[in-house]
Nanobody, 123 residues
Framework: QVQLVESGGGLVQAGGSLRLSCAASGRTFSTVAMGWFRQAPGKERGFVARIRWNGGMTYYADSVKDRFTISRDNANNTVYLEMNSLKPEDTAVYYC????????????????WGQGTQVTVSS
């Protein structure tokens, strides 16, 4: 199994920046991609960004494109989400997850999840 631990969330004013980290441990050899999702109160958990473990191919939700950057450090089994120009609508619990399938944006296609880290953006 895989264990994931998110960190880096917090309270920030609109227009500010945060960098989230997700450290993976355990049996990660079958992971081909890692993704970030977020869930705001009363909403479905939605896709934010993903990165292929080998090669680094990335994909972003339209709502965060050009503002967020996903990256990874393979040697340390860590994925990052750099969030810039934050907006109040970015407020949510952010989760990282692993998948053995590259193509899906659906949460149910991801295998292991962290506990989440809260991001709150004030007006």
């Amino acid at each position: 199994q895989v264990q994931l631990v998110e960190s880096g969330g917090g309270l920030v004013q609109a227009g500010g920046s945060l960098r989230l980290s997700c450290a993976a441990s355990g049996r990660t050899f079958s992971t081909v991609a890692m993704g970030w999702f977020r869930q705001a109160p009363g909403k479905e958990r939605g896709f934010v960004a993903r990165i292929r473990w080998n090669g680094g191919m990335t994909y972003y939700a339209d709502s965060v494109k050009d503002r967020f950057t996903i990256s990874r450090d393979n040697a340390n089994n860590t994925v990052y989400l750099e969030m810039n120009s934050l907006k109040p609508e970015d407020t949510a619990v952010y989760y990282c997850a692993t998948t053995s399938v590259w193509g899906s944006l659906r949460p149910e296609m991801y295998d292991y999840w962290g506990q989440g880290t809260q991001v709150t953006v004030s007006s």
